[in-house]
T-cell receptor, first 113, second 114 residues
Framework: EAGVTQFPSHSVIEKGQTVTLRCDPI?????LYWYRRVMGKEIKFLLHFVKESKQDESGMPNNRFLAERTGGTYSTLKVQPAELEDSGVYFCASSFSRTGKVTFGSGTRLTVV | GNSVTQMEGPVTLSEEAFLTINCTYTATGYPSLFWYVQYPGEGLQLLLKATKADDKGSNKGFEATYRKETTSFHLEKGSVQVSDSAVYFCALIDNSGGYQKVTFGTGTKLQVIP
């Protein structure tokens, strides 16, 4: 089975620009999560979708971040406008409620300069 | 809330040395515990897990035992290899929430030198 796919794998943008990260979960997984690791700190939870609905977005840092999950399939995470402190690695993960096994993607390394 | 504390890195060891990476946790319920590994240039991979007290997770020569009395889940390997160089994350999932939200530690970078 294909894993969780994220792209781009790397993105370098200037402060003030907009960036959109994409995540394709494992087919059939109803749960989709976004996490972020900044500058050697812990990986922090951002939000959780169940199908197309946001179940928990308590980890979203501010209103510059917008996540969507179209039709309960792939998800996008848009940062607008990007700030320096947004630099880090953004991980996506998915799981199927009945099994509970969480699979992570390879991450997108975002650098804001 | 839930939290995971793991030892600061980086950890540098010679090949065939013994490895211990300490991890302790705080959780309101009865969590499942995990070690994830991120090799250079790759994504997060599940290394091992334990779902209840006294369970031992093991994989690729790594082991960790779920110790409820000390709220710990220390990672050990008897003889490390250069290929074990990676960042290791201790993590938990609180099973009371109805979904699999993962709480991670800060990660410990391991470098194994020949």
């Amino acid at each position: 089975e294909a894993g969780v796919t994220q792209f781009p794998s790397h993105s370098v943008i200037e402060k003030g620009q907009t960036v959109t990260l994409r995540c394709d979960p494992i087919s059939g997984h109803d749960n989709l999560y976004w996490y972020r690791r900044v500058m050697g700190k812990e990986i922090k939870f951002l939000l959780h979708f169940v199908k197309e609905s946001k179940q928990d977005e308590s980890g979203m840092p501010n209103n510059r971040f917008l996540a969507e999950r179209t039709g309960g399939t792939y998800s996008t995470l848009k940062v607008q406008p990007a700030e320096l402190e947004d630099s880090g690695v953004y991980f996506c993960a998915s799981s199927f409620s009945r099994t509970g096994k969480v699979t992570f993607g390879s991450g997108t390394r975002l650098t804001v300069v | 809330g839930n939290s995971v504390t793991q030892m600061e890195g980086p950890v540098t060891l010679s090949e065939e040395a013994f490895l211990t990476i300490n991890c302790t946790y705080t959780a309101t319920g009865y969590p499942s515990l995990f070690w994830y590994v991120q090799y250079p240039g790759e994504g997060l991979q599940l290394l091992l897990k334990a779902t209840k007290a006294d369970d031992k997770g093991s994989n690729k020569g790594f082991e960790a035992t779920y110790r409820k009395e000390t709220t710990s889940f220390h990672l050990e390997k008897g003889s490390v290899q250069v290929s074990d160089s990676a960042v290791y994350f201790c993590a938990l999932i609180d099973n009371s929430g109805g979904y699999q939200k993962v709480t991670f530690g800060t990660g410990t970078k391991l470098q194994v030198i020949p």
